[in-house]
């Protein structure tokens, strides 16, 4: 959700459009600089989470992290900018930051998930994190990106060795990266390796979006729920798996309004995951 105007907007926002739980960026996500948080945005922003009746709030970092540069200078740059948010993440009490491990560039992967491990243990040391875990999102392998391999994301996980760090999983980008959970077949051999890799247990967020481009694309396009290559038989098995179930989910469709209904798609995407999970139409009463 858009935090134009103030990040306890973006609570409102969720709420009128339905939603049971929120993401937001806490910075310009194309930024480097930021202006601190004062005690009075954190404390609009805490209640505001509260007053809308939201659970599990997460912030996403800033596109301009790369954890994975041979670069030195971009690699501390990048260090020091995710100290930075993951720390004004604690501040809002924000439950997870999601982060893109990185691309390697120049380097080969292995070096580029050394240097990831290496930022994301020295982040933890820096910032002592109490509620905030750090969450390595799984990409679509576009480019030099890491982390689209479950055996990478599993290679992290361990090398890191953090009860801080845990897995946000995207459907987009699992189907874009080969993982063709299409099909129960499909579905089951998914969990199993996520399983077999230990990452399955370190899932704390689903991004849902569904994909503009097929399956092992390697190329990273979101698409509204239904709409694109995953669509809603997969989506209704994936939502009603009991590997899934149960965690919070988080759609980064494209914020536009259907012509033809004049609704907003995020509330057009919520109904139809909620009817495809199997869950009343609006809101759940927790
Ligand atoms: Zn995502």
Redesign the pocket.
């Known amino acids: 959700m858009s935090i134009a105007g103030g990040l306890h907007l973006a609570a409102e926002r969720a709420q009128a459009a339905g939603c049971d739980c929120l993401q937001v960026f806490t910075k310009n996500a194309n930024q480097w600089q930021c202006k601190p948080l004062s005690d009075r945005d954190c404390a609009q922003f805490i209640q505001s989470i509260d007053d809308n009746q939201l659970a599990e709030p997460i912030a996403?970092s800033s596109y301009l992290l790369n954890c994975a540069s041979p670069d030195d200078e971009l690699w501390e740059k990048s260090l020091d900018a995710l100290v930075v948010e993951w720390q004004r993440c604690e501040q809002l009490h924000i439950a997870g930051l999601?982060m893109?491990p990185g691309a390697h560039t120049t380097s080969t992967p292995e070096e580029g998930l050394e240097r990831i491990a290496r930022a994301v243990q020295t982040a933890i040391e820096r910032v002592q994190p109490k509620c905030c875990r750090l969450l390595l999102?799984n990409t679509a392998g576009q480019g030099s990106c890491l982390g689209w391999q479950i055996e990478q994301l599993s290679w992290l996980l361990a090398e890191i060795d953090s009860p801080q760090v845990g897995i946000?999983w995207?459907t987009?980008?699992a189907l874009a990266a080969g993982y063709d959970f299409r099909t129960a077949k499909g579905l089951k051999e998914l969990t199993q390796q996520l399983d077999q890799y230990a990452v399955l247990d370190r899932i704390a967020a689903i991004?849902v979006?569904d994909s503009k481009k097929d399956c092992g694309s390697r190329v990273?396009r979101?698409e509204h729920i239904g709409l694109g290559h995953i669509g809603e038989g997969a989506f209704r098995r994936f939502l009603r798996s009991s590997s899934f179930k149960g965690l919070p989910m988080?759609l980064?469709t494209p914020k536009e309004t259907d012509p033809e209904s004049g609704l907003e798609w995020d509330v057009k995407n919520l109904a139809t995951l909620r009817r495809l999970a199997g869950l009343r139409p609006h809101a759940s009463s927790r």
């Open positions: 996403h999601v893109h999102e946000c995207d987009c980008h991004h979006n990273d979101h988080y980064e």
